[in-house]
Structure formats: C-alpha cells, structure tokens
C-alpha cells in the first residue's frame, strides 16, 4: 500500500506538500495540486484518516441536519451541498433530527464530530445551535432567522414567493382563495403566508387565516384537507398550497370527487420539485432554488472552516413558473 512518502518521491515534492496539497490547503500551487492528487490517485494512495485526525483534529466531514431525510426537497439540497464538499475533499452525511433535544443528530452537533454543520430542521432550537457553534465548528442555518458567532444563513425569499403567486391568482380574476398551511412551527409557511396576505390586501380580498387548512407539508396532508375542502358547499376559486407536495394531494382528491383544475378550482404550490410539471394538470408553483440553497451553504461553510468569520447572510430569490394548474385550458401556458 503506497504511503504519503510514496507520493512525495514520485510527485518530487517534500512531504508537507503532499500533506497540504491533500488537504487542498490554498498555500499549495493549482498546478503542484493536481500533479499531487493524479500520483496519489496513480498509486492508489489512500490516507490514514485516524492519524489524520488525531493530527488535525479535523474529521474532513460536514453533516448536514434535516427535518426530513425523505422527498425531492431535501434531496436537491444534499446534492448541492455535497457537490461542494466533493470538490474540496470532505464526505458529507445526512442526518435525521427527529427526536428534538435528545435526538442522536443534536447529539452529534454538541459532541463536535465533524467539521461544520448545515441545519435546516425546525424542530433543533436556536439555543442548541448558538451553545455549540464555534470556531472548531461553523454552523450554516438555512431558512432560520438566526444571528450569532460562528452562525451563518441563508434564506429564500419566501415571502416574495407567496407574494407573487398569490398575486398571479388574483391578476387571473380569483378572489376565494384559500391557503393551506405547513407545520406550525415551520417559518417557511409563515413566510409564504406574509406573502398571500400582502397581495391580498393589494386586491381587497377576502383572506383565509393561516391555520384554517393545515396540510403538514406532505402529500397525505395535501389529500386530506382536499378532501374535507371538497364537501364545502362552496368551492374557493382558486388554492395556494405552500408546497408541491401538498398541492399534489389536493390535485388527487379533487380528481377523485370530480372537481376539474382549473376550471372549477385553481391550484397553486411551492418549491418547483421535479414531478410538479408531469403531474395531471401540471401545477403552477414558485421555483425554490433547492439546489442552489446547498450548494451556497456548503460553500459558505468552507469559507468559515477556511478562518474567514466575517459573512454575511445570504437571500435567494423565487420564480414563478406558470403552468395549467392555475389557467384556463384556452389561455396561452408558459412553463
């Protein structure tokens, strides 16, 4: 098995460079870096990671903490974030933090074992991010109002995006609109809701309060609230579910009644996950850049892990993508 003075010797360079270039430390030559890393890949060289760390006391891992490790949301964030650890070297592990203050994931935080942390889960509390935050551990919140040492963000505009397709409804000739809501604690929904409210009060409209329809952000939330919405003795004109997953369900239980989208109810969501433009109709929605919201973090994160404190939060705008969910079937489509 060849060793790191294997590499040396065949790279022709000293030891310590190896070492740095390895670790992909800045004070190495672009050009002496990849002629590191194509003999150490030559030679099959793989590092010791336990005396590495001992050495370093650094894991070369960042984990990023979820609410939820399923659906197509949270996927398109863990592709971005790991792409740019990828790049840099690290491994990237997902967790789970169900489980709120003695979660295994909150442990995992407070016990340091990895480099920095990416957090997007409602449900671990602010003081448990600021407590173990530090130099040694950097943590990224991602759609969290949060400011403290060693804590960075980065936010979508979620209130825009309720904004502009609540307003894309009312433009359309929709006055009864309903919103369905995500979990309670979840500042994503509350946002998007600031949004629906903004324009509805532009266009003096009757709004629906926050909590009236509760959808959990899942499609089985989506399909039940349509199913009790379905036998209303009046239909709203249009819905603005604050994500596609809900959205998606209400679209299958308005079918299974026979309530036609969008001629009898406009459905609108949130998130722009793939499925969103093939399912029947195809939904309009606010395109949330996941993949962008990942990849920014994690590159945020080096720069903390690099010794640069000093960042500064980081907002992301939406898009509205217009599909037939929320048009008439003769009004021109863009998707």
């Known amino acids: 098995m060849a060793t790191m003075k294997d590499v040396a010797k065949a790279a022709n360079v000293a030891l310590s460079t190896v070492s740095l270039a390895l670790r992909n430390n800045p004070r190495v030559k672009e050009s002496t870096r990849r002629r590191v890393l194509e003999v150490a890949r030559q ?16 894991t070369e891992t960042i984990c990023i903490l979820l609410h939820d490790l399923g659906g197509p949301f949270y996927s398109e964030i863990i592709r971005g974030v790991q792409d740019i650890a990828t790049s840099k070297g690290y491994n990237t592990i997902a967790s789970g933090s169900l489980g709120g203050r003695n979660g295994s994931a909150v442990r995992l935080l407070s016990e340091r074992r990895v480099d920095g942390v990416i957090v997007l889960a409602p449900d671990v509390d602010d003081e ?23 804590v960075y963000s980065v936010r979508v505009d979620n209130e825009q995006g309720g904004y502009q397709v609540t307003k894309h409804l009312l433009e359309l000739g929709h006055r ?11 500042l994503d929904s509350e946002l998007r809701y600031r949004g629906y409210v903004k324009a509805m009060k532009e266009f003096s409209a009757p709004e629906s309060k926050r909590f009236d329809y509760m959808g959990g952000f899942t499609e089985e939330g989506g399909y039940v609230v349509g199913k009790v919405m379905s036998a209303q003795p009046i239909l709203p004109d249009a819905v603005f579910a604050s994500n596609d997953e809900m959205a998606i369900g209400l679209l299958k239980a308005f079918s299974e009644k026979g309530i036609r989208v969008p001629d009898d109810v406009a459905i609108v969501g949130f998130d722009n996950i793939r499925i ?4 029947q109709p195809p939904l309009t929605t606010v395109r949330q850049p996941m993949y962008e919201m990942g990849s920014v973090a994690a590159q945020l994160l080096f720069q903390a ?3 640069n404190f000093e960042l500064q939060p980081v907002r992301l705008a939406t898009e509205l993508v217009v599909r037939q969910s929320s048009q008439r079937r003769d009004t021109s489509v863009t998707a």
């Open 43 to 58: 030679l099959q060289y793989r590092p010791n990671g336990i005396a590495r760390d001992l050495k370093t006391r650094r």
């Open 128 to 150: 448990t991010i600021v407590t173990a935050a530090g130099p040694d551990l950097p943590v990224i919140v991602l759609d969290r109002e949060l400011t403290a040492d060693y």
């Open 176 to 186: 009864r609109i309903v919103f369905i809501s995500g979990p309670a604690d979840t």
């Open 276 to 279: 969103a433009e093939y399912v």
């Open 305 to 307: 892990l690099a010794g």
